[in-house]
């Protein structure tokens, strides 16, 4: 059973436009909530993350949204770059006991974004 | 933040062989975990390494086909015996931090032929 539900599988975003990339997860014990940005021939990159006390956590042009009530959270990537064209994963983690580190992934976005 | 370093970072190995791949971390770190990126795919943990002791093996793996050492807070191994053509993947070391983030060497791609 997938813990971690992300869409869409692949996003193409004109450069200087949103991407917005979605997850949704069912375990409640859930609380600690990471992307990661993945390019080809490298492993993830820690891109930002959010504990469930905040709805929102802002980093540059990178933005987790947070809704606990909806168990989903958001990636929106403003003023999108070609740089950005990546494979985004998020994932969740209860942050405690004997479930800490070990991460439940989404099946990642693979995300253009054409000059 | 840490920085892992894994070898090797690529090898082609034969059907029936074993192969062990090293994580160095730049620090002391309590918890390291193994994980595997089929092509195209998500990433999957294989194992929690604990130091002294035996790994913890999630469901689906077992310490037969991916042997674990962790013989201190800075290092570990992974073997992936008796290799097959399903194992081709991405093997990745990572660790969580005192911070609180799990961060992730660059892997160590494994093609079996």
């Known amino acids: 059973q997938q813990q971690v539900k992300q869409s869409p599988q692949s996003l193409i975003v004109q450069k200087g436009g949103i991407s917005i990339i979605n997850c949704a997860y069912e375990n409640t014990a859930f609380d600690y909530f990471p992307w990661y940005q993945q390019f080809p021939g490298k492993g993830p990159a820690l891109l930002i993350a959010?504990?469930?006390?905040?709805s929102e956590k802002k980093e540059g042009r990178f933005t987790i949204s947070f809704n606990k009530s909806a168990k989903q959270f958001s990636l929106h990537i403003m003023d999108s770059q070609p740089g950005d064209s990546a494979t985004y994963f998020c994932a969740a983690t209860a942050d405690r006991g004997s479930t800490l580190g070990r991460l439940y992934f989404g099946r990642g976005t693979q995300l253009t974004v054409w000059p | 933040s840490a920085v892992i370093s894994q070898k090797p970072s690529r090898d082609i190995c034969q059907r029936g062989t074993s192969l062990t791949i090293q994580c160095q971390v730049d620090s002391q770190v309590t918890m390291m975990f193994w994980y595997r990126q089929q092509p195209g795919q998500s990433l999957t943990l294989i194992a929690t390494a604990n130091q002294g002791s035996e790994a913890t093996y999630e469901s689906g793996f077992v310490i037969d086909k991916f042997p674990i050492s962790r013989p201190n807070l800075t290092f570990s191994t992974l073997t992936v015996s008796n290799m097959s053509p399903e194992d081709s993947s991405i093997y990745l070391c990572s660790v969580w931090t005192s911070g609180g983030e799990l961060f992730f060497g660059e892997g160590s791609r494994l093609t079996v032929l």
């Open positions: 959010i504990r469930p006390d905040v």
